[in-house]
């Protein structure tokens, strides 16, 4: 939201805007912007997300709950709508010209197996590498990140966090018992976003992809 409210050209003018019909909360929308040159409404729904590739068309979350088209398609199919519907037009600004759906984030590539990009990615989307615990390369190290730096690994490295070995890592991981991101060094000192999974992670992942071919 931030770097959106820096584009000259724009003004936000609601965020996180529920939407009521009487008592009962349809929904909210992320954001509406005011375009000064154009003089008119846009609707931006934003997102950050960070998904693991598990199967060519399914991405999920750290929570397997959450996937890449899940998120893709509720954007398209109920927030726009959203902005639309009679009883949202009391909480607008003016009349809706433009939507956009804005989802900023990374995506994991599984290191045992090729996959291609989800639909709707785009071309030169930011890119990890996630790993089981028994494939985390044994050779390098790396930083692990706590969830409330997921968003912001560059304030993670401002505090000059200490690095891990793999075998460190795995027994966090183990003790935690829940995906961890990770910045992993590199030979030339590069840093590189990647997660380590537990076993119950990806069991709860298959049971998703599992559901999710059959609706």
Not at 63 to 76: A, C, E, T
Not at 185 to 213: C, K, M
Request: net charge positive; aromatic share 12%; glycine share 6%.
């Amino acid at each position: 939201m931030a770097q959106v409210a820096q584009q000259p050209e724009v003004e936000i003018v609601e965020r996180n805007l529920a939407i009521r019909n009487r008592t009962r909360t349809l929904g909210e929308l992320d954001a509406i912007l005011w375009h000064k040159q154009k003089q008119e409404y846009w609707h931006w729904e934003l997102t950050f997300k960070h998904y693991l590739g598990f199967a060519e068309d399914f991405w999920p979350g750290p929570n397997p709950s959450d996937h890449f088209h899940r998120k893709y398609h509720r954007g398209l199919e109920h927030q726009f709508p959203l902005a639309h519907h009679p009883a949202a037009q009391p909480f607008l600004p003016g009349p809706i010209k433009h939507q956009h759906l804005l989802s900023r984030g990374v995506l994991y590539y599984p290191a045992g197996y090729t996959l291609p990009p989800p639909a709707g990615a785009h071309p030169q989307h930011l890119r990890g590498t996630w790993w089981p615990l028994e494939q985390l390369p044994k050779s390098s190290n790396y930083l692990i990140l706590k969830k409330k730096y997921w968003l912001n690994a560059a304030q993670f490295l401002a505090l000059k966090p200490i690095l891990h070995t793999a075998e460190s890592v795995i027994r966090h991981v183990h003790t935690v018992n829940c995906p961890t991101m990770l910045l992993m060094q590199h030979a030339t000192g590069e840093l590189s976003p990647g997660f380590v999974v537990p076993d119950n992670w990806i069991s709860n992942a298959q049971a998703r992809y599992t559901q999710t071919t059959r609706e």
